[in-house]
Structure formats: C-alpha cells, structure tokens
C-alpha cells in the first residue's frame, strides 16, 4: 500500500474526515466533480467506503449527487449564503440571551479553542485557523447546553466554511491571522464578564459577514 493510502481502524471515517478536509481547504472547489476512480486511487481505497463517505458528505451538505453525472462539491448560492448567515446570527444571539452567566467548564472549552486557534495561527495554517474559529463559535453556542441547537449551528457554520473556502488563499494574502486570535480573545473575555449586552456588542464588530476574518 502506499504511504499516502488510508487505512484501518475505519476507512469510511478517515476518507469523511480527509475529503472534507480537502473540500474545506477550496481544494477541490466549489461545483468541481470528485471522481472516484482518481480519489480511490490517491487513498489507497475501494469504492465501497469511498461511496458511503460520499453519502455522509452530502447529509452534511458538503457534497451533493447530480443525476447521471456523478458526484460534485455542493454549491451555495447568493441567497444561500444569505440564508445561512441570517440563521449563524439568529442562533448566536438567542445562546447569548440564555446561556450567560458561563460555567468554568464552558469557559475552559472556549479556551481550548483559543488556544488552537493562536497555535494553527502561529504556524500559517489557514485551514486549521478557519477550524479553530468554527470550534470557538460553536463552544460559544455550546454554553447553552442544548444539544439539538449546537448541532444544528455546527452544521450552519460548516456550510459557511464551505462557502469561504475558495477565498481561503486570498485570505493569506490580505488577512493576518493573529488579528482574528485578538478579537476572539476580546469575545472570550466578554463571554467571561456574563454581559449579554456586551457579547452582543463584540459579535456586531466581529463582521456580521465574515466568518474568517
């Protein structure tokens, strides 16, 4: 087998987790066919784990099957794009109006996600940046401790991520990284103050449009 090959203990988890990895880095882009043939081949797999990965991608909405024509990297639309940061804040403002004050334990796992976030920072690492933001937001969300709702907003913010991912090389070139670190720590520290007006205050500045900045 290939160094490059997947292998046991789930081949159907580790091909989702490496395609969607793929797919969140821009690489395959947005509406471009993912061919089985050629990513069989690149990981070292058969069709049948390939193919029930696919169909777990497009439950999440990352993948979606076309008639006839194969498999492709799922699409968003303008109104999609909409639609899905509409909702982002809807969710986000109600955690914040019932989830405050913080327990330690909530607080403790928004500091994790600082803390990789600074790390991937630190490297260079756009995509695991981008990740790192999304596992914050949805820490956020998760003080509430409601499972359906984190749920859903993780799902949200993934479609999001979907959607940013072709921007992610130019993002390199014009954002700097540590300054998103900084405005998380400043969300992270409002969080911490139990100010549900202030929290509020910090995501208005935070882009109402931009999920990686």
Do not use: C, W
Not at 81 to 87: F, G, H, K, M, Q
Request: proline share 5%; hydrophobic share 45%; no cysteine.
């Amino acid at each position: 087998m290939e160094p490059d090959a997947l292998a046991a203990p789930s081949l159907v988890d580790l091909t989702v987790a490496r395609l969607s990895r793929e797919i969140l880095s821009g690489r395959p882009g947005p509406g471009e066919k993912l061919v089985e043939e050629q990513i069989t081949r690149r990981y070292g797999i058969s069709r049948a784990p390939l193919r029930e990965a696919l169909r777990l991608l497009a439950q999440r909405g990352l993948v979606e099957h076309v008639p006839r024509r194969g498999v492709r990297v799922a699409t968003l639309s303008e109104r999609d794009v909409r639609e899905l940061y509409d909702l982002r804040d809807v969710l986000e403002r109600h955690v914040v109006r019932t989830a405050l004050p913080a327990t330690p334990d909530g607080l403790a796992d928004l500091r994790v996600a600082l803390g990789a976030m600074a790390e991937a920072a630190t490297a260079g690492d756009r995509l695991s940046v981008a990740e790192a933001h999304r596992e914050f937001h949805v820490a956020v969300v998760a003080l509430a401790g409601n499972r359906q709702l984190t749920a859903a907003y993780a799902a949200t913010l993934e479609k999001i991520q979907l959607y940013m991912a072709v921007n992610l090389r130019r993002e390199a070139e014009t954002v700097h990284a540590p300054d998103g670190v900084d405005r998380h720590a400043r969300l992270l520290d409002a969080v911490a103050g139990g100010d549900p007006a202030g929290v509020l205050a910090v995501l208005d500045g935070h882009g109402a449009r931009s999920y990686l900045a």
